[in-house]
């Protein structure tokens, strides 16, 4: 039985009877407001998922609001449900513009968010590759100096390429000849893909 629905049942029978209650008997115990809304509907994933990202691309909000709203959002997206919803609610798109946002912290939370989604996530790793996250993320990981933002960005390129052999090729297509191997990268090769994660993060 749905959690909620056991504790609505064991707050009925508690609270109900079929005598008069006594003077002396304590008041009802109220029912949890948060299982009421778990019940009857309060937001889902997805509109709290539109809200962050809303709340994120919004230029009335406060970076301090932006990064909590990008911590919720990536929070959100462990659940690789949410992850696959990325796309149908039109979300991958901003999320990997804010790969070049201006504003580091938000190109690093971008980075990791994408990590999160990618994550032993094929559906998700396809659509990360054909909405451009590769080579936005291999720019960061050679370009950035904040080592945060590069480590984030290396964690999505990892998690991206790992066991997916397009977004393996992309990946190593879009690298600078020096960081490049010699011959082709096989994505179910963990070593392998480790050996260009290490070039990127050597940046030589």
Not at 34 to 58: C, E, R, T, V
Not at 100 to 114: D, F, H, Y
Request: net charge negative.
């Amino acid at each position: 039985m749905d959690p909620g629905m056991n504790h609505l049942l064991k707050w009925g029978i508690e609270n109900s009877s079929t005598t008069a209650p006594s003077p002396d008997a304590p008041p009802p115990r109220p029912l949890d407001p948060a299982i009421l809304q778990a019940i009857f509907g309060g937001p889902s994933d997805a509109d709290l998922m539109k809200k962050s990202m809303a709340a994120i691309s919004s230029s009335d909000i406060t970076i301090e609001n932006k990064l909590i709203a990008f911590d919720n959002f990536e929070q959100l997206i462990e659940s690789i449900d949410n992850a696959n919803n990325l796309e149908p609610l039109g979300l991958w798109t901003p999320l990997v513009e804010l790969l070049k946002n201006e504003e580091g912290q938000l190109r690093r939370m971008a980075a990791w968010c994408v990590g999160t989604a990618v994550q032993n996530n094929e559906k998700a790793q396809e659509r990360a590759l054909v909405m451009g996250a590769i080579p936005a993320l291999v720019k960061m990981a050679i370009e950035e100096a904040d080592e945060n933002i590069r480590r984030k960005a290396l964690y999505a390129l990892s998690s991206e390429m790992r066991n997916y052999q397009p977004a393996t090729d992309e990946a190593v297509k879009a690298l600078p000849e020096r960081l490049r191997t010699e011959g082709p990268i096989d994505a179910a090769d963990m070593e392998a893909v480790d050996r260009v994660i290490a070039r990127l993060r050597e940046r030589k």
